[in-house]
């Protein structure tokens, strides 16, 4: 948990200062964000994990390309069973973006694309751990956001995200939402 709570405390403060967003339509900065899964073990459930990572968007405000790349962990104990697992689960996504509403205090985006996640999974059961590293999963996406600019320097970003990854029932989605801020240089 310590880790996470670093990693978290990194990603929120070193390169939020060193976001970029350059007059070539290019912008850089962090994600932080929360997103609720799917779990198929023990027992079918969800689980909210934090995730961390960074985008890149490039292009004209009407229809721009983005890519991102983000990471999550989490831990889950079974006291019941003697049994715990750990997945770590790299996510990349890359597709559209298109700022339909601007402002000068307020934008608004939709994005969809195409998502690939790649997850390593520890499970502890009566002392005997073992490690599987599940197939690479990739499905499309789909999200909208919020841009809120404060000060001309500073811009709060809110938006939520929707991965229809079909499993475990052939329908299913998982969602993201993420807050952070870039710092307009």
Not at 38 to 66: C, M, N, W
């Amino acid at each position: 948990m310590k880790k996470i709570t670093l990693l978290l405390f990194l990603s929120l403060s070193i390169p939020s200062t060193m976001a970029v967003s350059s007059k070539g339509n290019l912008t850089i900065g962090p994600i932080v964000g929360y997103e609720r899964v799917q779990k198929i073990s023990p027992t079918p459930h969800t689980k909210d994990r934090l995730f961390y990572g960074i985008r890149a968007v490039y292009g004209p405000p009407l229809l721009s390309a983005e890519a991102e790349i983000t990471q999550g962990k989490d831990t889950e104990s079974f006291p019941e069973r003697d049994l715990t697992i750990k997945e770590t689960a790299t996510s990349a996504m890359v597709g559209l973006r298109s700022n339909f509403l601007r402002t000068k205090f307020l934008t608004t985006y939709i994005r969809a694309g195409g998502h690939a996640r790649k997850s390593e999974v520890e499970t502890t059961e009566a002392g005997v751990t073992t490690t599987r590293e599940p197939a690479v999963n990739v499905s499309p996406y789909a999200g909208a956001g919020l841009n809120i600019n404060l000060m001309n320097k500073f811009t709060l970003n809110l938006g939520i995200t929707a991965i229809f990854t079909g499993k475990p029932k052939g329908s299913d989605s998982e969602y993201q939402t993420s807050l952070g801020f870039t710092v307009n240089i």
